[in-house]
Each structure stands twice: as C-alpha cells, then as structure tokens.
C-alpha cells in the first residue's frame, strides 16, 4: 500500500480533515496506526531512545486529536503537518534535558541565614578601615594591590600592563601588603 493512503484506503488529509471537522475517532485511529510507526522511526532517527520515542509519539498524536482543527491542507499535508508536530516536540525534549526542572529545595538555591547586625557593622567598620589603609599607601603600591586583587591580574600581567619588571612588582606588592598589615593591627 502507498505511504500517501491509509489503512481504510483514505488520504491521510481526509483523514485529518475528519477529524478536525467532527472529531471522527474511526479517522483519528486510522491516523494513528498509520502514522505512529513512522513517527516512532523518524524519532529514533532524531536520537530519542524506544521508550523516549514511544511516549513522544502519543504526544505528537494527542496534539494530533486536540489541535485538528489547526490543520490547513492549503498550507502543507497532513504528514508534513504532523512530522512537525513530532519534530517540534523533540526539540522540547532537548530543550528540557538541558535545563533541566528547578528543584525550590535544592540547598543551593536556599538562602542563607541573614548576617547579624551586629557581624555587617563589624564588616563595614572593617571595610572601611581596609579602604582607609589602601588610600594611604603610596600611590603606585595602591594601584599594585587593585590590579593584583580586586582585579585578579597575575604578576607577569601586572608587569607588562605597566612595564615594570616582574621581580620589582612583586617586591611592592609585598612592601604594600606589608604595610597594609602594620596599619591594620596598629589600629
């Protein structure tokens, strides 16, 4: 028999087009005997696995039944219609492995306890102190310690971004953080 009729020897649009018209369950099983073995093979050929495919298939041919209707033979056939159905579907699949659900009680996705008052004074206080220190450190020790930590530059970077050699800007990171630990415990 030819891919282009059915088991009862109707085309697959009629077929279809029964369906949307009166929602023809004789049509409909037509449809599904003859398209649910292709579909299953098309799928597999796409990467689905045989229980995979199987479950896409009674997707494709549920939205088949429920969106009938949407059907226009003016704009393709019905196997094209509903080889896009089944290829979209599969493209969601995918889509889903790879992001996979949101689990609200994942312990990374918990918030943690709110800081004490008392501990985010402490830590600003402490910033502040940090920052104070920093700006009195002799200008080119400052901007040693920027690129090297809040930038996160290496040594040989920081070297060749201002052309001094490696050796030299290690030496001043290690005057700077020197100083800068003086002045802290000072306080």
Do not use: C
Not at 69 to 90: H, V, Y
Not at 127 to 151: V, W
């Amino acid at each position: 028999m030819s891919d282009t009729r059915s088991d009862e020897g109707r085309a697959p649009n009629d077929l279809l087009l029964a369906v949307a018209r009166g929602g023809d369950r004789a049509a409909f099983s037509a449809l599904f005997r003859h398209f649910a073995p292709r579909l299953k093979a098309y799928l597999t050929r796409l990467g689905a696995e045989g229980a995979l495919a199987d479950e896409l298939v009674q997707e494709v041919m549920l939205t088949v039944w429920r969106r009938a209707g949407d059907f226009d033979p003016a704009q393709a056939s019905a196997a094209t219609w509903i080889f896009t159905i089944a290829r979209n579907r599969r493209i969601d699949g995918l889509r889903r492995e790879a992001r996979p659900e949101i689990d609200p009680s994942d312990p990374a996705l918990v918030p943690g306890a709110p800081e004490a008052a008392d501990r985010a004074i402490e830590t600003s206080q402490d910033t502040a102190r940090l920052h104070a220190a920093i700006a009195g450190l002799p200008g080119e020790q400052s901007e040693l310690l920027r690129l090297a930590y809040y930038e996160d530059q290496p040594h040989s970077a920081i070297a060749e971004r201002t052309g001094l050699p490696l050796g030299t800007v290690k030496s001043r990171l290690r005057l700077a953080l020197g100083r800068l630990r003086r002045t802290l415990v000072d306080e």
